[in-house]
């Protein structure tokens, strides 16, 4: 029986590289993404290379309700893989950022996000299988000066995710938070107006092997997943320190790449 995937975020990044092994393992696709032209690439790509279904949909994440507007969309489709990975940055003092650009984000990873796991889950839990991959972030474990909206919606992601994995423990449904830390993506690119803000090039993965390594911890069904030894130790670190410590260290770090 062929089962069913779906990705937000698919047209590029990590989403992509989660769609490419999701259609290595013959999953039909529904590929959700705001950029039409490459989600049409990407959809052409899939069918040519591996012979599966491709159904995309262009949706604003950030718009209220979207959610819904998914699932109508996809109308009966079980979905047996959800992966919430739509997100995006911004750089800068809470005071002098722009509020569309924050709430659009906290729409996108917070609101969007958890309605969506919401509908997709009652089927699942209904038919004992199921798995979910949640974009969280290695900035889920601390606060974040400068990018202060970012991490706090990832803390949201990693703490939800943990926490219904823990609920859902025994349906044969299983909830994976994905923590990566820098990754070279789009999403560099998106952080700042300004494309030399917020550049970060120290402890850079390659998108290709943090999404196997989320895919494969999803698979196992594991809470969360740390991918990079030194990502795992920063992880930790703010256990060991004060949270004010933890937070200078944090604003220094991303003074330190705007000025660079």
């Avoid at 699932?71 to 750089?91: C, K, Q």
């Avoid at 917070?110 to 209904?126: A, C, P, S």
Wanted: neutral net charge; proline residues 3%.
């Amino acid at each position: 029986m062929i089962k069913t995937a779906l990705v937000t975020g698919a047209a590029s990044g990590l989403g992509y590289e989660l769609t490419l092994l999701l259609a290595k393992d013959a999953y039909k696709l529904i590929l959700v993404d705001i950029d039409s032209a490459k989600l049409a690439d990407v959809q052409i790509e899939v069918e040519t290379q591996f012979n599966v279904e491709v159904i995309t949909l262009i949706k604003d994440l950030s718009l209220p309700n979207i959610s819904q507007d998914i699932i109508n969309d996809i109308g009966d489709a079980s979905i047996d893989v959800l992966i919430n990975n739509a997100g995006f940055g911004l750089f800068g003092t809470f005071a002098e950022t722009n509020w569309e650009r924050e709430s659009a984000m906290l729409n996108v990873h917070v609101m969007t996000t958890t309605h969506l796991t919401k509908l997709v889950l009652e089927g699942m839990v209904k038919r004992g299988s199921g798995k979910i991959l949640n974009m969280a972030s290695l900035a889920a474990f601390q606060p974040g000066p400068l990018m202060s909206i970012y991490y706090a919606s990832k803390s949201y992601m990693l703490s939800f995710s943990e926490a219904i994995a823990n609920e859902l423990k025994g349906t044969g449904v299983t909830v994976t938070a994905l923590c990566p830390g820098p990754t070279k993506t789009a999403f560099q690119e998106t952080v700042s107006e300004d494309a030399n803000d917020n550049k970060i090039t120290f402890n850079m993965a390659c998108a290709k092997e943090v999404a196997l390594y989320g895919y494969k911890a999803m698979l196992k069904g594991k809470s969360y997943a740390i991918p990079g030894r030194f990502n795992k130790v920063l992880a930790v670190i703010p256990r060991f320190i004060t949270r004010n410590a933890a937070t200078s260290i944090v604003r220094k770090l991303q003074a330190k790449n705007r000025a660079e």
